[in-house]
């Protein structure tokens, strides 16, 4: 039978935090956390309180297991805002490229831009409304969202500097600048790996509860 330490984890792990991130939001030790899943202390009232806040549950559910079913069922799922915007942030990138290539045209920039605030918004919102797993649809949404959202304003400041140095480029531009100096364009994409993927072994890091 489940007792109130199974249930912390069982909730930190279902929403894909790491105890210290969840120590972070109830201001805690990640040790505190540690005792409180492995049985060995209790959460006081303030604590349970934060807790059953930041999860989206009661304290009733935290305490004594008892789950108020309709209140879950009637939460939308963070998730589902994740994936949308997601997709409208992909959306805008593609159609950015796309236009761009065919019709050489700077508002194709703009266009990429807009649909990206709209898809960020979207995820957004559905951290703000009554919803459930919204840590884990964070975890979701950045780990892609990152390589996405970086590509355009990453490719602007590129071939800002590529006109400064003389190339006929503008910075508006939606894709890197295929310029006389191959190494320039090759150390973009070094560049924009590299912080892509560290942002998203940091991200991967923080996730990871010891």
Wanted: charged share 15%.
């Amino acid at each position: 039978m489940m007792n109130i330490a199974d249930r912390i984890q069982q909730l930190r792990k279902a929403n894909g935090i790491s105890q210290e991130e969840l120590a972070d939001q109830i201001g805690v030790s990640r040790q505190a956390v540690s005792k409180w899943e492995s049985g060995q202390s209790t959460p006081d009232i303030e604590k349970i309180l934060l807790l059953s806040d930041y999860f989206g549950t009661t304290t009733d559910y935290l305490l004594k297991g008892t789950e108020l079913v309709k209140d879950t069922e009637n939460k939308r799922n963070a998730m589902v805002f994740t994936v949308a915007g997601t997709i409208l942030n992909a959306i805008g990138l593609a159609a950015s490229v796309i236009i761009w290539l065919e019709r050489m045209t700077y508002y194709a920039a703009g266009v990429g831009i807009i649909m990206m605030l709209l898809g960020t918004g979207v995820f957004l919102f559905g951290q703000t409304v009554d919803s459930t797993e919204k840590a884990r649809a964070r975890y979701y949404f950045m780990l892609p969202n990152v390589w996405i959202l970086l590509f355009i304003p990453m490719s602007c400041c590129y071939n800002f500097l590529i006109s400064l140095l003389g190339g006929d480029f503008g910075f508006p531009e939606p894709v890197p600048a295929l310029v006389s100096l191959i190494w320039t364009f090759a150390l973009y994409w070094v560049l924009y790996i590299t912080v892509c993927a560290g942002v998203d072994f940091w991200i991967y890091r923080g996730s990871q509860g010891k």
